[in-house]
């Protein structure tokens, strides 16, 4: 059973997780042991705890912690969960909580890029996408258009960042993601020797288009995405085995990276 709070003390120190601490502070929360992370609305939070991560406690508005948010509650234990009034916790959190319960809840290991992919046929890779939105919407293009994992490189948003997991609609619990390594660019060596073609999305004269039947027959293929505004760089498109180009209408030069994602997924899907 839940461990219901009246919220009045409010320099509790694990309440710093729902409006105080950055990203990056709940990701090294526990350091050098895993952090945390804080989840948004009933649905994210229950495909948390389906994926197996593990509650430590959560905020909910009075009225609907015993009514329609109850049964996400129950969920999770007994774990500590601060109730009060709608406008103290809005005044609290700094935003409208209009979503639902909040919880924080404790990281997983995440695995190598070479166990994510060791029987994948169809990758995404993000070089520097810092958008928590736009990794949000790709996690969940993924899920649901046949690729079997994302790899970040470093300073790409995290998929457990409060916003990217919502826009994920949770997705990001059950998709296998991971990091390629911990620089900023992709290393192309070491997707070939994980077995993968690499198809960089760009916008370059000598690009083959999406449609190109080669790219459909490739066995296993690392689809290439780059930062917002910038692209791909220079050196990860020349190194690329293709470089591919989504036809535009006259006029219109490009397509937002979670959306190029998502018509990328759907063309490149392994057949």
């Given at each position: 059973m839940p461990q219901f709070i009246e919220?009045?003390?409010?320099?509790?120190?694990?309440?710093q997780a729902f409006n105080a601490l950055s990203?990056?502070?709940l990701l090294h929360y526990y350091e050098p042991d895993l952090g945390i992370f804080v989840a948004e609305s009933a649905l994210v939070i229950g495909r948390a705890l389906d994926a197996g991560y593990e509650p430590i406690a959560l905020i909910s508005e009075r009225k609907r912690a015993f009514a329609q948010e109850a049964a996400i509650l129950e969920r999770c234990g007994d774990v500590p969960v601060y109730i009060q009034d709608e406008e103290v916790l809005n005044d609290f959190l700094g935003f409208k909580l209009i979503r639902g319960p909040l919880c924080v809840m404790r990281r997983k290991p995440v695995p190598d890029a070479e166990t994510l992919c060791k029987n994948a046929r169809r990758i995404a890779v993000l070089e520097h996408v810092t958008n928590p939105t736009n990794v949000g919407a790709i996690v969940r293009s993924a899920?649901?258009?046949?690729?079997e994992a994302v790899l970040l490189t470093?300073?790409?948003?995290?998929p457990l960042y409060r916003r990217?997991?919502?826009?994920?609609?949770?997705t990001a619990f059950r998709m296998p993601w991971g990091y390629l390594s911990e620089d900023r660019y992709i290393d192309l060596d070491k997707l070939h020797r994980m077995g993968f073609q690499t198809a960089a999305m760009a916008l370059r004269e000598d690009s083959v288009s999406i449609a190109d039947p080669a790219l459909r027959k490739e066995e296993k293929l690392a689809i290439l995405l780059g930062e917002e505004g910038y692209g791909l760089c220079d050196e990860t498109i020349r190194g690329a085995d293709y470089t591919v180009l989504i036809p535009m209408a006259p006029g219109i030069d490009s397509l937002n990276v979670a959306a190029a994602s998502a018509v990328a997924f759907w063309e490149l899907r392994s057949r």
């Open positions: 919220l009045t003390d409010f320099s509790l120190p694990i309440l990203e990056a502070q899920a649901a258009l046949g690729i470093e300073g790409c948003a995290d990217a997991e919502r826009v994920s609609m949770g």
